[in-house]
C-alpha cells in the first residue's frame, strides 16, 4: 500500500509558476513509476507527465511540455511538478499517482493516487 499526499496548489496569475509537491508513504517509492494527472471541471482526467523509477526517463503531454518540469527524489519518497508560465486552461485539480507496470499516459495503469490539489490560473 502507498499513501500519497499532494500539496503545493493555489491560485496564480496567468504567466506565473507554482510547484507541486507528492509526499509518498508506504512501500518503497523507488519501486513505482510516478505520475501527474489533472481534471477540470466537466472534463476527464488526462495525463499530464510522469517519470521513471530512477528519475532518469520523463514524459510530457503535449499540452504542458515545455512549460513543466517533473522530478523526483527517492530519498524524500517525494515527486514534484514544477509549472512555470501557467495558461487559464491549466487550471484543473491535480492528482499524483504510482505505477508498478503500464503505459505512463494511462491512468487506468496506476495503482494508487492521491487525494489532488487544486490550481487556479487566473488571466
Known amino acids: 500500500q502507498v499513501q500519497l499526499v499532494e500539496s503545493g496548489g493555489g491560485l496564480v496569475q496567468a504567466g506565473g509558476s507554482l510547484r507541486l509537491s507528492c509526499a509518498a508513504s508506504?512501500?518503497?517509492?523507488?519501486?513505482?513509476?510516478m505520475g501527474w494527472f489533472r481534471q477540470a471541471p466537466g472534463k476527464e482526467r488526462e495525463f499530464a507527465a510522469a517519470?521513471?523509477?530512477?528519475?532518469?526517463?520523463?514524459f510530457y503531454a503535449d499540452s504542458v511540455k515545455g512549460r513543466f518540469t517533473i522530478s523526483r527524489d527517492n530519498a524524500k519518497n517525494t515527486v514534484y511538478l514544477q509549472m512555470n508560465s501557467l495558461k487559464p486552461e491549466d487550471t484543473a485539480v491535480y492528482y499524483c499517482?504510482?505505477?508498478?507496470?503500464?503505459?505512463?499516459?494511462?491512468?487506468?495503469?496506476?495503482?494508487?493516487w492521491g487525494q489532488g490539489t487544486q490550481v487556479t490560473v487566473s488571466s
Open positions: 508506504g512501500r518503497t517509492f523507488s519501486s513505482y513509476t
Open positions: 517519470i521513471s523509477r530512477s528519475g532518469g526517463n520523463t
Open positions: 499517482a504510482a505505477q508498478s507496470f503500464g503505459i505512463w499516459s494511462n491512468y487506468g495503469g496506476y495503482d494508487y
